[in-house]
């Protein structure tokens, strides 16, 4: 009886520290890592209702910088592997004519606050090449997918509220952490981004996104977080170090791993 009492309890703890995990803080260092990395529960993949074409969205090893870089950007920032992205242009019949990627979970963070997002952000690897196909900010995105809850469109239940990236400061190698909430810019999708006026033609700060939320009705939820790229331009890259508040999500080739922070 009570082995049984035992596991019960840690079975319910694992969910209460899971949930805590998606509403708390993000330190500014990842020197404040508590403890080696654990393998996270396995709700990580491609989002199929969000992917069109044939992207590539895979976990993988490396990469380790192009020829002749040398030193921590010739390397992913955690462990050996990370999220490998490929779409490209002008590869569907469809309007738009380009592939999208989507790379998610739509499990653990079901329902957490949005407006409890403190930190968000990642490392990415970018090429040369990139840039020309599309430009200095030709870079994947970090997707929410929420319910706005606003009071004034209440039957407006989704919404994409998407971070676009700013230009990454190297090529051809691991960027330092881009920070969503002080760089780049913030959009919702659809009646919500109207209603808010933080859409894709007038964009928002992070400050000004949960400003726009926070109207004063029911608090905003998440449905699902995801790495995505497209549909516009061919990229070719690698995506780590997903941070969401106190967590980091280290993507390495077995697996989607976490390290959790002070």
């Given at each position: 009886?009570?082995?049984?009492?035992?596991?019960?309890?840690?079975?319910?703890?694992?969910?209460?520290?899971?949930?805590?995990?998606?509403?708390?803080?993000?330190?500014?260092?990842?020197?404040?890592?508590?403890?080696?990395?654990?393998?996270?529960?396995?709700?990580?993949?491609v989002?199929?209702?969000?992917?069109?074409?044939?992207?590539?969205?895979?976990?993988?090893?490396?990469?380790?910088?192009?020829?002749?870089?040398q030193?921590?950007?010739?390397?992913?920032?955690?462990?050996?592997?990370?999220?490998?992205?490929e779409?490209?242009?002008?590869?569907?019949?469809?309007?738009a004519?380009?592939?999208?990627?989507?790379?998610?979970?739509?499990?653990?963070?079901?329902?957490?606050?949005?407006?409890?997002?403190?930190?968000?952000?990642?490392?990415v690897?970018?090429t040369?090449?990139?840039?020309?196909?599309?430009?200095?900010?030709?870079?994947?995105?970090?997707?929410?997918?929420?319910?706005?809850?606003?009071?004034?469109?209440?039957?407006?239940?989704?919404?994409?509220?998407?971070?676009?990236?700013?230009?990454?400061?190297?090529?051809?190698?691991w960027?330092?952490?881009?920070d969503?909430?002080?760089t780049?810019?913030?959009?919702?999708?659809?009646?919500?981004?109207t209603?808010?006026?933080?859409?894709?033609?007038?964009?928002?700060?992070?400050?000004?996104?949960?400003?726009?939320?926070?109207?004063?009705?029911?608090?905003?939820?998440?449905y699902?977080?995801?790495?995505?790229?497209?549909?516009?331009?061919?990229?070719?890259?690698?995506?780590?170090?997903?941070?969401?508040?106190?967590t980091?999500?280290?993507?390495?080739?077995?697996?989607?791993?976490?390290?959790?922070?002070?």
């Open positions: 009886m009570n082995a049984r009492l035992r596991a019960k309890r840690t079975a319910k703890l694992g969910i209460t520290a899971l949930a805590a995990i998606a509403a708390s803080a993000l330190p500014q260092s990842a020197s404040a890592l508590t403890h080696a990395p654990q393998k996270s529960f396995d709700h990580w993949g989002i199929t209702r969000n992917t069109i074409g044939s992207p590539v969205a895979a976990l993988r090893n490396g990469p380790f910088g192009s020829f002749g870089v030193g921590l950007a010739a390397r992913p920032p955690y462990g050996q592997g990370s999220l490998g992205i779409v490209a242009d002008h590869a569907t019949s469809l309007t004519p380009g592939e999208k990627a989507a790379f998610g979970n739509e499990i653990d963070f079901y329902g957490a606050p949005v407006l409890a997002l403190d930190q968000v952000g990642f490392h690897f970018q040369g090449e990139n840039i020309t196909y599309g430009g200095q900010e030709n870079m994947p995105n970090i997707t929410f997918e929420i319910n706005p809850n606003l009071t004034e469109s209440p039957t407006t239940t989704y919404s994409s509220m998407v971070w676009q990236p700013p230009a990454s400061p190297v090529t051809d190698r960027s330092p952490y881009l969503a909430t002080t780049g810019t913030w959009y919702l999708t659809g009646n919500a981004g209603t808010t006026g933080c859409n894709q033609t007038t964009t928002c700060t992070f400050e000004q996104l949960k400003k726009a939320l926070n109207d004063g009705g029911t608090q905003p939820t998440l699902t977080i995801a790495i995505s790229k497209g549909r516009d331009h061919t990229w070719i890259g690698a995506v780590d170090g997903l941070r969401i508040n106190h980091i999500y280290d993507f390495e080739a077995d697996g989607v791993k976490t390290h959790r922070l002070r």
